[in-house]
């Protein structure tokens, strides 16, 4: 709880991809986002923990169905991981197994049904996973 910047990191087990699935349908038309962000399989993540990342300048990739739609760094980010733990342990107790997503770089591509997505973060790896929608 209430971290500083310059020592955030020290509290960061390690890094994983992450696919910060919306429905943005519910986004749109429902009162609150937990539903649009939060149903089941909508946060896959993976394929590994990778625990000698240093944040500041690493490479994040998404392909949809192998076309490459964005390619960012995480130098790019408005706010550095270590700022956003701090900003987030200013109100919240972070605890061990806690996730933070730093958000998307760059505008999010616009999935569909049976599209194939894969994330890629150089140093961690690539998690891939496919797009249903549920009737």
């Known amino acids: 709880h209430q971290v500083a910047p310059e020592e955030a990191l020290d509290y960061v087990l390690g890094y994983t991809c992450g696919n910060d699935v919306s429905a943005r349908h519910w986004q749109r038309d429902d009162l609150q986002w937990w539903r649009a962000k939060g149903s089941d399989t909508f946060t896959p993540l993976g394929p590994a923990i990778a625990t000698d990342v240093e944040p500041g300048d690493v490479m994040l990739r998404t392909r949809v169905n192998g076309q490459e739609r964005q390619s960012s760094s995480t130098d790019q980010l408005i706010h550095s991981v270590a700022k956003m733990i701090a900003f987030a342990s200013e109100v919240i107790s972070l605890a061990p197994g806690d996730l933070l997503f730093t958000g998307t770089p760059g505008e999010p591509p616009k999935l569909e049904?049976?599209?194939?997505?894969?994330?890629?973060?150089?140093g961690i790896g690539i998690l891939s996973n496919p797009v249903r929608r549920e009737a």
């Open 113 to 122: 049904d049976g599209d194939a997505v894969e994330v890629e973060i150089d």
